[in-house]
């Protein structure tokens, strides 16, 4: 691809882009000092402050308690995983078996795969959702107002392994990561089937896991010469039932706590753990999918990788029976839908929760029941 051009509008400084590029061709334009106008999110330098969480007080969950025989150690975990997902929807998570050289391995090769020549990556280009793998910038949204500073891979890597055949090896790696992870978030929904007041295989049932949608999402981030005023990802909530995340060393995540926004630095070799929208609907909002963004740098590329699990496409979720009506005295706080449908939702450009939630006369949208 040849570099980029810029138009200049008398009305707008710096130019904008003329035609859309990804971000890495862009920044390998030559006397790129400063963003194009069509990237720039906020004229507020003070946009994306935030502060560092108290070590003590942000969750960490020792997945290896959670898969212990010692029935002590296991119900004292579940309750820490209940608090976690109820008043952080984050948690970072440690001893999960996924081996150090496997998670470096992946991100290796995300960076070697942004790095192939821009004619072999355009060979995936789309804009399909559904597309099974698909190379793209800025936000997988038709309404994009701004450009955001992010390149992508997005694979649907369950119930059918969908991969780039190049780099060499790259595949082969990330559907052992793919299998993994997949394996670390089912036991991960044991234990908050068990902290709802289930059996530890309901979610696995319910939301027919076997079959569940897993997706393999890779983000770019590269330098940005003016950090204060450009996006990576807006702030938003996640489809899907739990994400695993995992980055190169390089921070750029923030999490929305209670009004505030919070920077987020994972331990090394952990897992960063967020619930989704689906495991909210699903247990009827007791917990929450929480609003987290990504910012840049003007130091050091980013790269990250997520994997959420969500359900079968063709499953109609909503909230568990068992936690409606009855002696919980509950209304249902959303409607059912199936996760594909949901899904298509995401192309609107606006919080897709807001399709399901249920308005209640006396009190404005359920925000929280417990």
């Not at 059918?160 to 299998?179: D, I, L, R, T």
């Not at 899907?240 to 331990?267: A, M, S």
């Not at 609907?281 to 790269?303: P, Q, W």
């Not at 939630?357 to 925000?367: K, L, T």
């Amino acid at each position: 691809m040849a570099p980029a051009t810029f138009v200049q509008n008398p009305t707008e400084t710096p130019p904008q882009v003329s035609k859309r590029v990804t971000v890495q061709a862009l920044v390998e334009s030559p006397g790129l000092a400063s963003i194009p106008s069509n990237y720039t999110y906020s004229s507020n330098p003070n946009e994306f402050a935030a502060s560092n969480p108290d070590e003590d007080t942000f969750p960490v969950i020792d997945f290896s308690l959670l898969t212990s025989a010692d029935p002590h150690q296991r119900s004292k975990i579940i309750q820490d995983l209940d608090r976690a997902c109820q008043e952080w929807g984050f948690f970072m998570l440690v001893n999960h078996g996924v081996s150090k050289s496997l998670m470096k391995q992946v991100l290796e090769g995300c960076n070697e795969f942004f790095n192939l020549p821009m004619e072999e990556k355009m060979e995936f280009e789309g804009k399909d959702i559904w597309k099974p793998i698909k190379f793209g910038t800025g936000v997988d949204v038709k309404v994009e107002k701004f450009f955001f500073w992010r390149d992508f891979l997005k694979c649907y890597v369950h119930p059918q392994f969908n991969f780039p055949n190049k780099p060499k090896g790259f595949s082969e790696v990330a559907e052992e990561y793919s299998k993994r992870t997949r394996e670390v978030i089912k036991e991960l929904l044991k234990g908050v089937s068990e902290s709802l007041g289930f059996e530890e295989s309901y979610i696995e049932k319910a939301m027919n896991l076997d079959s569940g949608s897993q997706i393999f999402a890779a983000n770019l981030y590269p330098v940005c010469p003016q950090p204060e005023i450009a996006m990576g990802i807006p702030a938003h909530t996640d489809h899907g039932l739990l994400t695993l995340l995992i980055e190169n060393d390089i921070g750029g995540l923030q999490i929305q706590h209670n009004g505030e926004w919070f920077n987020v630095h994972p331990l090394p070799n952990s897992f960063l753990v967020n619930t989704g929208d689906h495991l909210e609907i699903l247990s009827n909002g007791r917990y929450k999918s929480i609003k987290h963004r990504a910012v840049v740098n003007n130091k050091a590329t980013r790269i990250s990788i997520a994997v959420p699990l969500g359900p079968s496409l063709d499953k109609v979720v909503s909230p568990a029976p068992e936690l409606i009506g009855g002696e919980t005295g509950h209304q249902a706080a959303y409607l059912p839908m199936t996760y594909k449908d949901y899904r298509e939702h995401q192309l609107e450009g606006k919080p897709c929760l807001d399709h399901v939630r249920i308005p209640v006369a006396s009190f404005g949208y359920v925000e929280r029941l417990y």
